[in-house]
């Protein structure tokens, strides 16, 4: 199995910076894609942004600018640096990977448990 951990959420200021953290741990051969979404009180769970294996990247519009997404293939781990934020950015936010546990399996959706990002105006 593939376990997520997400950490770095907590209550900042509008224009404040929080830097979240996800570490997958387990029986992992590789991971492909990692990515970060969130999901706000009474809305549907949405992509933040996402990084292939290669670096590539991509955001959601509304942060394009403002949070940036990048990995360590080292430590399995993928990181979100928020700046400028904002309380409409307030939200539980969720790490995915796409691992495979060996090499002849296909890459399988894992998710982490969620961390609590609240930004006050």
């Known amino acids: 199995q593939v376990q997520l951990v997400e950490s770095g959420g907590g209550l900042v200021q509008a224009g404040g910076s929080l830097r979240l953290s996800c570490a997958a741990s387990g029986r992992i051969f590789s991971i492909n894609t990692m990515a970060w979404y969130r999901q706000a009180p009474g809305k549907q769970r949405e992509l933040v942004a996402a990084i292939t294996s290669g670096g590539n990247t991509n955001y959601a519009d509304s942060v394009k600018g403002r949070f940036t997404i990048s990995r360590t293939d080292a430590k399995n781990t993928v990181y979100l640096q928020m700046n400028s934020l904002a309380p409409e950015d307030t939200a539980v936010y969720y790490c995915?990977?796409?691992?495979?546990?060996?090499?002849?399996?296909?890459?399988?959706?894992?998710w982490g448990q969620g961390t609590q990002v609240t930004v006050s105006s």
């Open positions: 995915r990977a796409d691992a495979k546990q060996v090499a002849w399996s296909a890459f399988y959706e894992y």
